[in-house]
Protein backbone atom coordinates (compact mmCIF):
# COMPACT_ATOMS: atom_id res chain seq x y z
CA UNK A 1 0.00 0.00 0.00
CA UNK A 2 3.01 2.29 1.10
CA UNK A 3 4.68 2.07 -2.37
CA UNK A 4 1.00 2.57 -4.06
CA UNK A 5 0.76 5.99 -2.35
CA UNK A 6 4.77 6.45 -3.37
CA UNK A 7 4.08 5.72 -7.26
CA UNK A 8 0.92 7.71 -7.02
CA UNK A 9 2.99 11.12 -5.66
CA UNK A 10 5.69 10.67 -8.07
CA UNK A 11 3.07 10.27 -11.03
CA UNK A 12 1.60 13.59 -9.45
CA UNK A 13 4.65 15.63 -9.83
CA UNK A 14 5.34 14.32 -13.07
CA UNK A 15 2.16 15.64 -14.60
CA UNK A 16 2.54 18.25 -12.81
CA UNK A 17 5.87 19.12 -14.07
CA UNK A 18 5.12 17.71 -18.08
CA UNK A 19 1.70 20.61 -17.79
CA UNK A 20 3.43 23.41 -16.60
CA UNK A 21 6.33 22.79 -19.10
CA UNK A 22 3.92 22.92 -21.77
CA UNK A 23 2.31 26.35 -20.74
CA UNK A 24 5.68 27.61 -20.95
CA UNK A 25 7.31 26.41 -24.07
CA UNK A 26 9.89 28.38 -25.94
CA UNK A 27 8.42 30.24 -28.79
CA UNK A 28 10.29 30.69 -31.81
CA UNK A 29 11.23 34.38 -30.98
CA UNK A 30 11.96 33.46 -27.63
CA UNK A 31 15.79 34.74 -26.30
CA UNK A 32 17.77 37.65 -24.98
CA UNK A 33 18.21 40.64 -27.42
CA UNK A 34 18.99 44.47 -26.38
CA UNK A 35 17.02 46.78 -25.27
CA UNK A 36 16.06 49.47 -27.88
CA UNK A 37 12.76 50.27 -28.23
CA UNK A 38 11.80 51.62 -31.63
CA UNK A 39 11.44 55.21 -30.57
CA UNK A 40 14.88 54.92 -28.97
CA UNK A 41 16.26 53.65 -32.37
CA UNK A 42 14.77 56.71 -34.18
CA UNK A 43 17.95 58.15 -33.07
CA UNK A 44 20.28 55.69 -34.78
CA UNK A 45 21.15 54.13 -32.13
CA UNK A 46 20.98 50.58 -33.00
CA UNK A 47 22.74 50.57 -35.88
CA UNK A 48 24.38 47.20 -37.30
CA UNK A 49 22.02 45.48 -34.26
CA UNK A 50 20.34 42.22 -34.20
CA UNK A 51 16.74 43.23 -32.15
CA UNK A 52 13.27 41.71 -31.82
CA UNK A 53 10.45 44.06 -31.73
CA UNK A 54 6.82 43.15 -31.96
CA UNK A 55 3.12 44.85 -31.49
CA UNK A 56 0.28 45.43 -34.08
CA UNK A 57 0.58 45.36 -37.43
CA UNK A 58 -1.04 48.78 -39.33
CA UNK A 59 -0.47 47.83 -42.37
CA UNK A 60 1.47 46.52 -45.47
CA UNK A 61 2.35 47.19 -48.70
CA UNK A 62 4.47 45.89 -51.84
CA UNK A 63 7.13 47.87 -53.91
CA UNK A 64 10.29 46.96 -55.55
CA UNK A 65 10.66 43.67 -54.85
CA UNK A 66 10.21 44.45 -50.77
CA UNK A 67 7.15 43.71 -48.06
CA UNK A 68 7.04 46.05 -45.84
CA UNK A 69 4.82 45.89 -42.76
CA UNK A 70 4.31 48.72 -40.50
CA UNK A 71 3.79 48.18 -36.72
CA UNK A 72 2.72 50.01 -34.04
CA UNK A 73 5.47 48.55 -31.28
CA UNK A 74 4.88 47.30 -28.12
CA UNK A 75 6.68 45.75 -25.06
CA UNK A 76 7.47 42.37 -25.45
CA UNK A 77 7.02 39.32 -22.76
CA UNK A 78 9.59 36.81 -21.71
CA UNK A 79 8.35 34.69 -24.34
CA UNK A 80 8.50 37.42 -27.10
CA UNK A 81 4.68 38.03 -27.20
CA UNK A 82 3.63 41.52 -27.78
CA UNK A 83 2.24 43.60 -24.46
CA UNK A 84 -0.95 45.15 -25.82
CA UNK A 85 -4.00 47.08 -23.47
CA UNK A 86 -4.10 47.36 -19.82
CA UNK A 87 -0.78 49.40 -18.22
CA UNK A 88 1.09 49.19 -21.18
CA UNK A 89 1.72 52.15 -23.33
CA UNK A 90 3.12 51.74 -27.35
CA UNK A 91 7.13 52.01 -27.98
CA UNK A 92 6.42 53.35 -31.42
CA UNK A 93 5.79 52.72 -34.94
CA UNK A 94 8.77 50.89 -37.04
CA UNK A 95 8.76 49.34 -40.41
CA UNK A 96 9.42 45.21 -40.86
CA UNK A 97 10.75 44.75 -44.50
CA UNK A 98 11.73 41.44 -46.41
CA UNK A 99 13.14 40.76 -50.17
CA UNK A 100 10.33 37.51 -49.74
CA UNK A 101 6.60 38.01 -50.66
CA UNK A 102 4.51 37.99 -47.38
CA UNK A 103 0.57 36.86 -47.47
CA UNK A 104 -1.03 40.62 -46.54
CA UNK A 105 -3.79 38.67 -46.16
CA UNK A 106 -2.47 37.08 -42.98
CA UNK A 107 -0.51 39.97 -41.98
CA UNK A 108 -2.74 42.59 -42.19
CA UNK A 109 -4.18 45.53 -39.96
CA UNK A 110 -4.39 44.85 -36.54
CA UNK A 111 -3.02 41.56 -36.14
CA UNK A 112 0.32 40.56 -33.52
CA UNK A 113 3.64 39.99 -35.00
CA UNK A 114 7.00 39.29 -33.82
CA UNK A 115 9.79 40.55 -35.84
CA UNK A 116 13.93 39.56 -35.18
CA UNK A 117 16.19 41.37 -37.42
CA UNK A 118 18.88 43.72 -38.73
CA UNK A 119 18.28 47.51 -37.76
CA UNK A 120 18.49 48.97 -41.68
CA UNK A 121 18.44 52.74 -40.97
CA UNK A 122 15.48 55.04 -40.77
CA UNK A 123 13.03 55.57 -43.51
CA UNK A 124 11.00 58.82 -43.67
CA UNK A 125 7.38 58.70 -44.32
CA UNK A 126 4.45 60.81 -43.11
CA UNK A 127 1.51 60.03 -40.33
CA UNK A 128 -0.93 62.67 -41.33
CA UNK A 129 0.90 65.01 -43.02
CA UNK A 130 3.47 64.93 -40.51
CA UNK A 131 7.11 63.41 -41.33
CA UNK A 132 7.65 59.99 -38.76
CA UNK A 133 11.20 58.80 -38.54
CA UNK A 134 10.43 54.89 -38.99
CA UNK A 135 12.95 52.02 -37.71
CA UNK A 136 13.80 49.48 -40.43
CA UNK A 137 14.18 45.78 -39.25
CA UNK A 138 15.37 43.61 -41.53
CA UNK A 139 13.31 40.28 -41.33
CA UNK A 140 15.29 37.65 -40.20
CA UNK A 141 12.21 36.03 -38.32
CA UNK A 142 8.58 36.72 -38.75
CA UNK A 143 6.30 35.34 -36.13
CA UNK A 144 2.73 35.59 -36.62
CA UNK A 145 0.81 35.44 -33.47
CA UNK A 146 -2.30 33.44 -33.41
CA UNK A 147 -5.45 35.51 -33.09
CA UNK A 148 -6.97 36.59 -29.25
CA UNK A 149 -10.46 35.31 -29.27
CA UNK A 150 -12.43 38.44 -27.37
CA UNK A 151 -12.59 37.92 -24.07
CA UNK A 152 -10.34 34.74 -23.84
CA UNK A 153 -7.41 34.37 -21.46
CA UNK A 154 -3.79 34.92 -22.55
CA UNK A 155 -2.14 31.59 -22.21
CA UNK A 156 1.08 32.89 -21.68
CA UNK A 157 0.89 33.70 -18.12
CA UNK A 158 4.11 31.54 -16.94
CA UNK A 159 6.56 33.89 -16.24
CA UNK A 160 9.57 33.16 -14.82
CA UNK A 161 8.85 29.69 -13.73
CA UNK A 162 5.82 31.58 -11.38
CA UNK A 163 2.09 31.56 -12.13
CA UNK A 164 0.87 34.85 -11.65
CA UNK A 165 -2.23 33.71 -9.80
CA UNK A 166 -0.40 32.05 -7.04
CA UNK A 167 1.50 35.01 -5.40
CA UNK A 168 1.56 33.94 -2.03
CA UNK A 169 3.76 30.96 -2.97
CA UNK A 170 6.60 33.35 -3.46
CA UNK A 171 6.17 34.55 -7.12
CA UNK A 172 6.48 38.32 -7.64
CA UNK A 173 3.15 39.95 -9.99
CA UNK A 174 3.40 40.29 -13.17
CA UNK A 175 5.01 43.47 -14.22
Not at 13 to 42: D, E, F, H, K
Not at 70 to 96: C, E, M, W, Y
Request: aromatic share 6%.
Amino acid sequence: MHSQKKYLGVLLVVSLAMALGACSALTPVAGTYPAVTPRQAQSGVAEGEVLRWGGTVVEGSRSAGETCLTVLGHPLNALGKPQIGGDTSDSGRFLACTQRRVDLAHYHAGREITVIGDFRGIRIQAIGGHPYRYPILQISTLYLWPKRERGAMDHTFIQNGCNPLFTSIGCSSPQ
